[in-house]
């Protein structure tokens, strides 16, 4: 008897129970919308860890949230369940404790790293898994030329973009001229102005030789530009009276594979297809306040280039190769023509290759490359030596920063300098002081 009076007393503590409950659920579920918008709000004026822990408590009151909705649903009178949310709930804020602690690591790494990527020391034992602070472009106060501080590095922007910062002043006859052009590769972004390799390549030449090179890479140049380069500055166009007569006694051109590319060569990736636009705004969002976003974008993208749904670098290339091939070829052919017109020696060419590889498609391309320079009358520096002696080396300024380093740029400028000491036109500038 008394065990039946126990039940019905349980019976109706759960009837008054479930009256109160929706009643208390509702308002439970308003106060956690309240507070998830606030945090919301919130998460736009914080970065790093706060960041972190806000979006922390986001999870956790949306989990309660998720919760409080599903006592209300009547299914739940059917379900084997009481708390279905309760373990992936805590699964999920666990993890996103764990990252936030990974957060903290990943901006200690970054503001204690101070070194120069090209110049790393030896005792490093844990490589930068984010970009470090002091890497980061910024700008650089200039009195004349736009400048900014890209890998502890300033780069100068002069009025055509490229490097050298000052007018070039007038030829002297007993100094041989040398002017390199080509793109990134050859304004060297990423390294120190007197590590590109037409600085390393004048520190090598003066040894023995009265000699003085300028670089006028410009950073995305193509095959096109440098030949409308070449043009205005040195065969001095009517069109362009404002150019200025730089009178040089040879013409090197630094050829980066992508030259085959023009501005109008898309190279979408598989992003916005994967994700939408909605959550590719907020990946955008969320890797402008975090490093861990940035640090899994980075892996995540490697993987995607792995398996084809972004382009990598040769992958790009290859796209229509066949127009981008004739239209290279032109350029080359009337680049030389030009030069030649104006009563120099044939250019002087070299693929620059920073991440040499046997039997692959980029030394494929190379292979190519040089014999198209070399039908349009320009003489060329083999590079398979080169490929064969550092095939596998990637040597490139950083993960961030996939440039030539400054050794890729002491390899280019040893190259053009061995090939340069044994073309008779250099004996007349041999030093007589050596």
């Known amino acids: 008897m008394i065990k039946v009076n126990d039940e019905a007393n349980k019976r109706k503590v759960r009837v008054r129970s479930k009256k109160r409950r929706p009643r208390q659920f509702l308002l439970g579920m308003i106060i956690r919308t309240l507070l998830i918008a606030s945090a919301v709000i919130l998460l736009e004026l914080c970065e790093g860890v ?3 822990l806000l979006l922390t408590i986001v999870v956790a009151l949306t989990v309660g949230l998720g919760t409080s909705a599903w006592e209300l649903l009547p299914i739940r009178r059917h379900s084997s369940g009481s708390r279905p949310f309760r373990k992936p709930g805590i699964f999920i804020i666990a993890l996103m404790l764990t990252l936030t602690v990974f957060e903290a690591f990943l901006q200690w790494q970054a503001a204690s790293i101070k070194w120069d ?7 490093v034992m844990i490589p930068p898994l984010v970009l ?12 004349e030329d736009s400048a900014t501080m890209w890998h ?10 490229m490097r050298i910062g000052f007018q070039i002043p007038p030829r002297k006859k007993q100094v041989f001229r040398i002017l390199t052009y080509g793109d990134s590769f050859t304004y060297g972004y990423g390294v120190p102005e007197h590590e590109t390799y037409s600085a390393v390549l004048q520190t090598l030449l003066r040894k023995d030789y009265a000699v003085e090179v300028y670089n006028l890479g410009v950073y995305a140049y193509n095959s096109t530009d440098v030949l409308n380069e070449i043009r205005k500055l040195i065969v001095h166009d009517q069109s362009q009276p404002e150019a200025q007569l730089l009178d040089p006694d040879l013409i090197i051109y ?17 992003d916005s297809f994967l994700l939408g636009d909605t959550l590719q705004h907020f990946k955008t969002w969320l890797a402008e306040r975090t490093y861990t976003a940035r640090f899994f974008d980075e892996r995540i993208g490697d993987a995607m280039i792995g398996v084809g749904l972004r382009y990598s670098f040769m992958s790009a290339i290859d796209v229509d190769f066949a127009r981008k091939k004739e239209r290279f070829t032109q350029d080359v052919i009337r680049m030389n023509q030009a030069v030649r017109d104006f009563g120099l020696p044939p250019i002087l060419a070299m693929v620059l290759m920073h991440e040499p590889k046997t ?12 014999q198209i320079l070399a039908d349009a009358g320009m003489t060329v520096v083999p590079t398979a030596a080169f490929v064969r ?16 380093n400054s050794e890729a740029h002491r ?11 044994q073309m008779p036109l250099f004996d007349p500038y041999k030093r007589v002081d050596r």
């Open 50 to 52: 706060a960041a972190c």
């Open 117 to 123: 990527p090209n110049h790393p020391p030896s005792d």
């Open 132 to 143: 470090p602070k002091a890497w980061e472009a910024r700008p650089v106060d200039s009195r």
């Open 152 to 161: 502890t590095h300033v780069h100068v922007y002069d009025v055509n973009q």
């Open 254 to 270: 630094g050829v980066c594979l992508n030259d085959y590319d023009t501005k109008d060569d898309t190279k979408e990736s598989g």
């Open 359 to 370: 039997d692959s498609r980029q030394h494929e391309l190379a292979t190519t490359t040089e």
């Open 389 to 404: 002696k550092h095939s596998g080396r990637q040597m490139f300024v950083s993960r961030w920063e996939r440039h030539p």
């Open 411 to 421: 390899l280019f400028a040893e190259q053009f300098a061995e090939t340069l000491q």
